[in-house]
């Protein structure tokens, strides 16, 4: 299965959580702030870049600075970011897309929300949200599931092949660090024939 290893995203998702600050404000569930920021910006506009900018906008999200970075490794990739106000915490929402060069080229789409504090029940939300279970190798400091949606529900990937190639692969993961918390949607897209 091409689904990238969890070393290969932990320094990208670090590089998007240094970037914590906020210049908006928007309403969300005081309870799970970090999961309903996910679940506006990440889940319902499928990682999409420019869906994402849009309901970031449309929250109130202001462009962070920098509004823009690029990253070379382990993959190239362009994303846009954004301060928003969710719940009182101050997040960074980060999108864009990337692109693996090669015999093996992949395309995917991805979103991260990254803020300073995480909270057990977002936590909670997210593992349910996933309705799958945590890779064995999660620990303390990154979860990750990995999924893929049929018919609109999650399921474990029953025929890796086949899930790439229809470009049903999702994965969630969380990361928990002192002082910061980052929840990326990444969606492998199918290859381009």
């Not at 229809?166 to 949607?185: D, N, Q, T």
Request: proline share 5%.
């Amino acid at each position: 299965m091409c689904v990238l290893a969890p070393k290969s995203l932990v320094g990208w998702l670090a590089v998007m959580a240094m970037f914590c600050g906020t210049r908006s404000a928007v309403a969300a569930d005081a309870g799970t702030p970090l999961f309903s920021a996910f679940e506006s910006f990440c889940a319902d506009t499928g990682a999409r870049a420019d869906d994402v900018k849009r309901a970031v906008l449309a929250a109130g999200g202001a462009p962070h600075d920098p509004p823009t970075r690029s990253v070379e490794t382990p993959f190239s990739m362009q994303t846009s970011l954004w301060d928003i106000k969710a719940g009182g915490h101050a997040l960074v929402v980060a999108a864009g897309a990337a692109h693996t060069a090669g015999a093996a080229a992949r395309a995917m789409n991805d979103c991260v929300v990254s803020g300073r504090d995480v909270d057990a029940a977002s936590l909670k939300a997210l593992a349910d949200w996933a309705r799958v279970a945590a890779n064995p190798d999660a620990n303390e400091r990154l979860t990750y599931y990995v999924f893929e949606e049929k018919n609109g529900a999650h399921q474990a990937i029953s025929d890796a092949k086949a899930a790439e190639a229809e470009g049903r692969v999702w994965r969630l993961s969380v990361i928990r660090a002192p002082g910061v918390a980052s929840v990326e949607l990444m969606h492998l897209l199918a290859p381009e024939r």
